[in-house]
């Protein structure tokens, strides 16, 4: 099969940021996404940081990287090292065993301050939820005070391998990208991924 030699030309965009850009990383996206439609600015590149591990350096390959699939245990591994090295955006909880007996593992990103106050916007959320118990003053009060919750999941069906893995890459741009945009995120929102393949 020929080569597709607009994967070679494409460019990451520089980003809004002065951040350093993981080159190794980025090289990879541009290498083994199919379709040049499918970069954005967003995702064209990969950040680098100092002190936070991506994918490769705990998996040895980036995620997309062709026949190489990242099975639940590694996953997990990963996300240990990524809560080890960035504890203020970062909280993993161990939730009940799947119908199997294995582990889930909920990822929790957002900033600092949010995740200092989970138990209460958890709570907040929960009084959201049965409006039975509150008026309309008290749910405005709650919503004014109470940051939203977006829950990220991969892998309903078992040959769905994609999206797991990029809920890796995912959560490591959610700790460690430092544009506007990313900063907003993790300022305004509690971000859960929960991801797994079935082996």
């Known amino acids: 099969m020929p080569q597709d030699n607009r994967k070679t030309a494409v460019k ?3 980003p809004v940021t002065a951040q350093p ?4 990383y980025t090289d990879s996206i541009i290498k083994n996404t199919t379709d040049k439609m499918f970069l954005t600015e967003l995702i064209d590149h990969l950040p680098a940081s100092g002190s936070v591990p991506s994918p490769l350096k705990v998996l040895g390959y980036p995620v997309g990287t062709p026949n190489k699939l990242t099975y639940t245990k590694d996953m997990y591994r990963y996300y240990r090292e990524l ?7 970062e909280n993993l909880y161990r939730t009940e065993k ?3 007996g294995r582990e889930q593992m909920l990822v929790v990103v957002s900033d600092e301050a949010n995740l200092a106050k989970i138990a209460r916007y958890k709570e907040i959320n929960a009084k959201l939820a ?4 509150i008026n309309d003053e008290i749910a405005k009060q709650l919503v004014s005070e109470g940051k939203p919750f977006n829950w990220a999941s991969g892998s309903i069906h078992s040959p769905e391998t994609g999206s797991p893995e990029m809920l890796m890459e995912l959560a490591y741009r959610l700790a460690v990208e430092d544009t506007p945009l990313i900063q907003a995120i993790r ?5 859960m991924i929960n991801g797994r393949l079935s082996r």
């Open 130 to 133: 049965d409006p039975r118990a």
């Open 98 to 100: 799947s119908e199997e």
């Open 21 to 24: 850009i993981d080159t190794e």
């Open 187 to 191: 300022k305004n929102v509690i971000v």
């Open 12 to 14: 990451a965009n520089p």
């Open 83 to 89: 809560e080890k090295a960035s504890p203020a955006r």
